[in-house]
């Protein structure tokens, strides 16, 4: 009779598991190889903050600050908050350690699980795993630029090809609070419900990102920021387009698009998959000029980006692709005897020494059972070794994806199978 367990992982928490893991790992890792090639540096964020932080570097009206953030009092009655994005911490972390006050800008890379209490779906957990960036300390739209380059390199350098990315300007402090009035002056002409007319009073532009088809139908016809912008916005807007394009980073420009968070100004950006349904989103971004100073810092400008892993994984589906490899190893031994493993486990130590990934037969199961083992592994060789190989000093080596096998001398084992898997 088989036993399960009665425990189960929270609902909208994914558990990966090999050998799907291996994708997981894949794809995250790949993600932040491109931002590495750019000199972005790792930080490690705390899962948990001061609820204060989110509240003012988040944004008050967004749905993740009133809807979805997972807050708590701690045992010292503090209100803490598991992180639903990285920006804001990043934010705290280089004003707490002074990272602003060294060479600028300041480049840093993360990545980790996010929370947010949401309706489950695929493609949408309560715990997201994400890919960040953060670029803090210069206004320059050739950065902007950078950033949204490093987003599609990472994409593309997992064979991701199916996406598009759209690109608006949210204005700056120069033109934003004009057409705030002038959003305003239209919604509060419309029929809205007591909720969405709170909204509005608190940051217009949330109603744009009102999903509902009859909120859509009514704001068809607002006044859209990118028709607005100051010519200082505007030359930086199109200055960023001039970098994309030569770059030969391909853009459509969105008009309507308004991200989910209130930080975002300047240039905002959303790379979409059409093939995920109804949770299209894989990553996005923007300029966040006005933040540092919000969370009690110099005003410093900023952008970046978040990258979903889970969003990139479906993708990758969706394009009958996938990455990384499922194998666990590279090579597997089997020790027909115990004096065999004695000196299999230390060939697997100097192989392992060499950098090549290697696993062994262990519990003494007989030869069908170990090759059974080794077939699962999805390892490319196979070692094995019995007392005549120890009398001879060799060892079999077998090729698992054709078949053929072949006695090399234990000595030579490390460099064979490095020139074979090089091969």
């Keep these: 009779m088989t036993k399960t367990s009665s425990f189960s992982a929270p609902k909208g928490v994914p558990d990966y598991v090999p050998p799907g893991s291996a994708e997981f790992v894949a794809?995250?890792?790949?993600?932040?190889?491109?931002?590495?090639?750019?000199g972005y540096g790792h930080i490690e964020l705390p899962v948990f903050e001061d609820t204060g932080l989110f509240a003012r570097g988040v944004g008050e009206s967004t749905d993740v600050v009133t809807k979805e953030m997972y807050t708590f009092p701690d045992r010292g009655d503090r209100s803490v908050t598991l992180r639903p994005e990285g920006t804001a911490g990043v934010m705290r972390a280089v004003i707490e350690h002074g990272l602003d006050r060294g060479q600028l800008p300041v480049k840093l890379c993360y990545a980790g699980p996010f929370f947010r209490y949401e309706r489950p779906q695929a493609g949408r957990y309560r715990q997201l795993q994400q890919v960040g960036i953060e670029a803090i300390g210069v206004d320059d739209p050739a950065l902007d630029a950078e950033v949204i380059a490093i987003a599609d390199a990472g994409f593309r350098g997992l064979g991701l090809d199916g996406f598009r990315l759209e690109v608006t300007s949210l204005g700056d402090e120069t033109c934003r609070p004009q057409y705030r009035e002038l959003l305003q002056e239209f919604l509060f002409g419309l029929p809205l419900d007591e909720e969405t007319k709170r909204r509005a009073q608190l940051n217009p532009l949330r109603v744009l990102d009102d999903k509902r088809p009859e909120v859509r139908a009514m704001t068809a016809d607002a006044p859209l920021m990118i028709d607005h912008l100051s010519e200082s916005a505007k030359a930086h807007f199109e200055q960023v387009l001039g970098h994309l394009e030569v770059l030969g980073v391909p853009y459509v420009v969105n008009p309507r698009m308004v991200r989910g968070l209130d930080y975002y100004t300047k240039t905002t950006f959303e790379f979409v998959h059409d093939g995920l349904g109804a949770q299209s989103g894989i990553g996005g971004g923007g300029r966040y000029d006005g933040l540092m100073a919000e969370l009690g810092g110099q005003p410093l400008s900023g952008i970046g980006?978040?990258?979903?892993?889970?969003?990139?994984?479906?993708?990758?589906?969706?394009?009958?692709?996938?990455a990384g490899s499922p194998a666990r190893c590279e090579v597997f031994g089997v020790p027909l005897g115990e004096a065999a493993k004695q000196r299999l486990v230390v060939v697997a130590a100097q192989l392992r020494a060499a950098g090549i990934r290697v696993d062994l037969a262990y519990g003494g199961r007989g030869v069908k059972g170990a090759m059974k083992a080794a077939d699962r592994s999805g390892a490319r060789f196979t070692l094995v070794l019995g007392d005549r190989d120890l009398a001879e000093n060799t060892v079999g080596l077998k090729d698992m994806a054709t078949g053929d096998q072949r006695q090399i001398p234990l000595p030579e084992v490390v460099g064979v199978i490095r020139e074979a898997l090089a091969g």
């Design 305 to 322: 980006f978040g990258l979903g892993v889970d969003r990139t994984m479906l993708a990758l589906a969706a394009e009958g692709k996938s």
């Design 27 to 38: 794809v995250r890792d790949g993600l932040l190889r491109a931002a590495r090639l750019a």
